[in-house]
């Protein structure tokens, strides 16, 4: 999964951006309203973390030019704007939730893991395909009952796999889920996290699309 953080202070950025990569998820941080226009302009990201006191152009702007272009991911307004009619507002303008700074990170994350299930289709917490479970909270796999021990970026992509199972990934796709910018990326680096993770999910369990890319098995 890969979230975008809109936010100018850089203190609670950096706390924002370490908490979200230890959960597992590649993350992208604009500074500001212009910054933050230009790339959700690329379409790459499933979800939004969006301060509205921003400078060059104000939270609340960015968000109703976002949806009036069609953007579609889920936005968290993450603000210290706490009166109800700023609330109400930043709804009506198309969020899907609100934290008032300063909120709790494991709270964020929680609300952050509830959206991409809506999007998804996902009602239940954990999500399983045949043998498998993937539970998000607790950043944990199992097969058969048994746990797996993956690293993040494995369990990033079987995340990235089991929440559309019937869905076959490029690898480019796969890259803007597991990779954020600055980050290096081979150009055998999808493959070699698939046969990592082939190696202790079961080699049959994750299957070659040739030409197109991967996707799990069907049950």
Known sequence: MRLLLVEDDDMIAETVLGAMRRA?????????????????????YDLVLLDLGLPKKDG????????????????IILTARD???????????????????PFDLDELAARIRALLRRRTGQKQPVYAHGELTLDPAAHEVTKAGELLPLVPREFALLQALIEEPTRVFTKAELEEKLYGWGEEVGSNTIEVHVHSLRRKIGADQVVTVRGVGYRLKRC
């Open 24 to 44: 597992g998820y590649a993350i992208d941080w604009a500074e500001d309203g212009r910054a933050a226009e230009l790339s959700l302009g690329n379409g790459v």
């Open 83 to 101: 009166a109800v009619d700023e609330r109400i507002r930043g709804l009506d303008a198309g969020a899907d939730d609100y934290l008032i700074k």
């Open 60 to 75: 609340i702007d960015v968000l109703n030019a976002y949806r009036k272009s069609g953007g579609a991911a889920p936005v």
